[in-house]
């Protein structure tokens, strides 16, 4: 069983920048894409950005140009570059993880870490 850990959130003001990254742990044949969602406060969780392990990368249209999604394939972790942060940012950010082991293939989750953008 693969297993995330996110780190990097925090309180910052509007305009500036955060970097979360997620570490992953155990074992499995291989984990294919990575991403980050998040949860913003009354609103259904959403995808913010996921990348392939061939670097191919999707963007949520709120964040292109702002946010940058970038993975180590050797050491299966992703990381997000959060710059001109807008309160509307604010959110639990979730790592995930498309993981193909032995029995299957199935998701897994980080338990989240805060992001909160002031105003």
């Known amino acids: 069983q693969v297993h995330l850990v996110e780190s990097g959130g925090g309180l910052v003001q509007a305009g500036g920048s955060l970097r979360l990254s997620c570490a992953s742990s155990g074992v499995a044949l291989r984990i294919n894409v990575m991403g980050w969602y998040r949860q913003c406060p009354g609103k259904q969780r959403e995808l913010v950005a996921n990348?392939?392990?061939?670097?191919?990368?999707n963007y949520a249209d709120s964040v292109k140009g702002r946010f940058t999604i970038s993975r180590d394939n050797a050491k299966n972790t992703v990381a997000l570059q959060m710059n001109s942060l807008k309160p509307e940012d604010t959110g639990v950010y979730f790592c995930?993880?498309?993981?193909?082991?032995?029995?299957?293939?199935?998701?897994?989750w980080g338990q989240g870490t805060q992001v909160t953008v002031s105003s």
């Open positions: 990348i392939s392990p061939g670097g191919s990368a």
């Open positions: 995930n993880a498309e993981v193909h082991g032995w029995s299957g293939t199935y998701a897994s």
